[in-house]
């Protein structure tokens, strides 16, 4: 077993946001986790012993302010936001918001989207989990009607999923999407779903564009990040379209304590 990582196990989003904002996304690189889940799984659902998870966990901790409080989420794929005040064991939903400051908002993905919201002025922040099934159910819709700055005053940053390279999905993924009007104009739609020649019926999804069109309409404009593909960084990312059992990445955002 490794001692102390010489190397953070992260990076943070090259987003200009208010200085009281910090973000980060792990990477599989450095950590203590073995076989299919090396090196850094964050995730307790997956299958790994629990210790090497805590393990993990009191590591990534380790390199941010040890008064801060970790918000889990018991992600279901559903389009529940909750906003906390406080810290609760785990909270069943796919999206955290809040307006605490040393509150951090954990989201644990291998291929689905982590969204990231902060407001302009530093007072909220707030983190997503949307693979398709959210982002045609609402989730991003829910997550901003839990904050209180105006839509405007919300930026976001798209961390790493699954590409259109590698995401080729049924023509039920379209029409849930068809169906639910999250995305109103068909044209834009259509456009996130490039068809497959070799293959009638199905077609390569471009979660990222999808998920800025959502956001468009919602009047949330100012999106950077996105251009990831988990399954093609097989060196920094899990996914869990091209391995199935695996680890998962954490997402985290946070105000700092004044
Ligand atoms: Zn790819």
Redesign the pocket.
Known sequence: MRKKLNEPPYFTPAWEVNDLVCAAVTTRINGFSLNEYANFNLATHVGEDACVVDKNRAEIKSWFDSNLQWQWLDQVHGNNAVRVSRVSKVISADAVVTGQQGLVCCVLTADCLPIFFASKDGSEVGLAHAGWKSLSTGILEATVLKFNAPRDDIQVWIGPG?????FEVGSDVKDAFLQSQSIKDIKALDSCFQRVASAPQKFLCNLESLAKHILNRLGVTEICGGGF?T??DEERFYSYRRDARCGRMLNMIYMKNR
């Open positions: 699954i590409g259109r390279c590698h593909c399954y093609c």
